[in-house]
């Protein structure tokens, strides 16, 4: 009996933002701030953090990776460590391979 396999990506990793590697496309799941900073969240939805939406981390800043280039949508901007950190993104197996 033959096995029929799924068309689907075969697991999802979830990581955060500041985590994702170069290029690598991701899907944001979730965002969620500190709790001295809860300000954060309505700042990254007004400039499109919102889940569903498509980003990638585009480049990195020297020394210590500080501040993060990161396409969202259409639009790039630089974020802190930290504030992309609060940023929950999913990201297919398949497209993990590709990247």
């Known amino acids: 009996m033959p096995v ?3 068309l689907a990506p075969t697991s999802i990793a979830v990581s955060s ?3 994702l590697a170069l290029q690598a496309p991701a899907v944001v799941q979730d965002v969620t701030p500190p709790p001295d900073m809860q300000d954060w969240a ?4 007004e400039i499109g953090f919102l889940p569903g939406e498509q980003v990638r981390v585009i480049a990195r800043g020297a020394p210590g990776g ?3 280039v990161v396409r969202i949508g259409d639009s790039t901007f630089a974020l802190r460590r ?3 950190a609060c940023v929950q993104v999913l990201l297919a197996a398949d497209e993990r391979e590709a990247a």
């Not at 309505?42 to 939805?45: G, I, R, S």
């Open 4 to 6: 029929m396999q799924s």
């Open 17 to 19: 933002l500041d985590l």
């Open 42 to 45: 309505v700042w990254l939805a």
């Open 66 to 68: 500080d501040p993060l």
């Open 82 to 84: 930290a504030e992309a």
